[in-house]
């Protein structure tokens, strides 16, 4: 499984941005995806995750009422819609495929098997 993550940039506090990550390989509607971020000398943190099938979505308190994840199986892609963006958002976003089935949410950067490249997004105050 290859991911390549797109839709950063540089955006105002207040602002909005729509990261975009395209997988290739047709199981891509039986996998869990999630965002992940990191921001410089800090460890790589869980953003947003979604189930295989789009019908459970969780997110990381900081993110919460601000981003939205959704899947487009059909398109094999995932994506994050950041509204609402602060200057602390700031950080390179992951993509990540998790190919095995955990009862939990997928909160932990160990539940997944395959990484997209990264995209940075920075906000400024």
């Known amino acids: 499984v290859q991911l390549q993550a797109s839709g950063g940039g540089l955006v105002q506090a207040g602002g909005s941005l729509r990261l975009s990550c395209a997988a290739s390989?047709?199981?891509?509607?039986?996998?869990?995806m999630g965002w992940f971020r990191q921001a410089p000398g800090k460890e790589r943190e869980f953003v947003a995750a979604?189930?295989?099938?789009?019908?459970?979505?969780y997110y990381a308190d900081s993110v919460k009422g601000r981003f939205t994840i959704s899947r487009d199986n059909a398109k094999n892609t995932v994506y994050l819609q950041m509204n609402s963006l602060k200057p602390e958002d700031t950080a390179v976003y992951y993509c990540?495929?998790?190919?095995?089935?955990?009862?939990?949410?997928?909160?932990?950067?160990?539940?997944?098997?395959?990484w997209g490249q990264g995209t940075q997004v920075t906000v400024s105050s």
């Open positions: 979604i189930s295989w099938s789009g019908g459970s979505t």
């Open positions: 390989g047709r199981t891509f509607s039986s996998y869990a």
């Open positions: 990540a495929a998790a190919t095995r089935y955990y009862s939990g949410s997928y909160v932990y950067t160990g539940q997944y098997d395959y």
